[in-house]
């Protein structure tokens, strides 16, 4: 789905990719899922290899295998993931906390 400039734009499956996606929820699930661009609200990635680049939106979360989050300019940037604490160095979020007991850090 390339250019969906529509609301709640839903994507699921393998190696699914949603770039220059200007709705809102949008939502992508599936292995290897990349989201690029994204200027929506809530945008939403689970699965393998997931990564979020330059997402300017808010409530932006990730969860997954070798998930990471570069360069995001919204709010509540969550990582949820085993090696986050490989990660938060590359993230340069300014502020929030680090729970060692859940690997959750926050802004």
Do not use: F, Q
């Amino acid at each position: 789905m390339l250019g969906n400039n529509g609301r709640d734009a839903v994507v699921g499956g393998a190696a699914v990719s949603l770039l220059g996606n200007n709705g809102r929820n949008a939502v992508v699930g599936g292995a290897a899922v990349s989201l690029l661009g994204n200027n929506g609200r809530n945008a939403v990635v689970g699965g393998a290899a997931a990564s979020l680049l330059g997402n300017n939106g808010r409530n932006a979360v990730v969860g997954g295998a070798a998930a990471s989050l570069l360069g995001n300019n919204g709010r509540n940037a969550v990582v949820e993931e085993l090696v986050a604490g490989l990660l938060l160095p590359m993230l340069k979020l300014k502020g929030g906390s680090l729970d060692p007991g859940s690997g959750l850090y926050y802004n």
